[in-house]
């Protein structure tokens, strides 16, 4: 039972690339998350999924799309990067909406 | 606007203090108050919770309280190690704001335990 795991670990873009973060849980969790953390700004909503097929948008959500075509996964797309998205990036599933959340390791993208 | 106001930004104590995390919110719909622990390089986790029925939660070493009438919450962490010292967030949620039901979070506090 791994939980949460998100690759890459560490990614680090030039300005105007894309990437995708790929987050995958494998306890059968409806509700997806995607957060960032910075440094004095806590954890932000960035987008999340309330089950297969579905996204919706979180507090941050402009520069960064979504997908979860399949229950387990969640995928998170920057299309063009942006020195202001370095960030460290994590991932979290609950089994109901606002019930306890299980976070990966996340990932730490620079932006240059 | 931040829901959930939580202080100090960071916080230092010797090994065997007490720290205090405060949190203070005002949607008074807000009817579970989790606290969650996060170790340099991991994410998050939950450490422990507390509903509005009652005062006072402890489990182990960590106590929240819980003051419904001043619409506050704080973790207290007795007999501090070491082991302790992480970022700890606390949070509030509404049970019956249907899809806004999310967490919503505070902006963290860093605790170093010094031995």
């Known amino acids: 039972n791994a939980g949460v795991t998100q690759t890459p670990k560490f990614r680090v873009l030039k300005t105007g690339q894309s990437m995708t973060l790929l987050c995958a849980q494998d306890m059968n969790h409806e509700y997806m998350y995607w957060y960032r953390q910075d440094p004095g700004m806590g954890l932000r909503l960035i987008h999340y999924s309330v089950g297969e097929g579905t996204t919706a948008k979180g507090e941050v959500p402009d520069g960064y799309n979504v997908s979860r075509l399949k229950k387990q996964n969640f995928l998170l797309g920057l299309e063009s990067a942006a020195p202001s998205q370095t960030s460290v990036y994590f991932c979290a599933s609950s089994y109901f909406l606002g019930g306890e959340q299980y976070f990966g390791p996340g990932t730490r993208l620079t932006v240059t | 606007q931040q829901q959930v106001k939580q202080s100090p930004q960071s916080l230092i104590v010797q090994k065997g203090g007490i720290p205090i995390i405060n949190c203070a919110y005002e949607n008074t719909a807000f009817d579970y108050f989790p606290w969650y622990q996060q170790f340099p390089g991991k994410g998050p986790a939950l450490l422990i919770a507390?509903?509005?029925d009652v005062s006072e939660k402890k489990e182990g070493r960590f106590t929240i309280s819980f003051n419904k009438s001043a619409k506050q919450f704080s973790l207290h962490i007795m007999d501090s190690q070491p082991g302790d010292s992480a970022t700890y967030f606390c949070a509030a949620k509404a049970s019956n704001a249907g899809n806004n039901r999310k967490l919503i979070w505070g902006l963290g506090t860093s605790l170093a335990v010094n031995p």
């Open positions: 507390i509903r509005p």
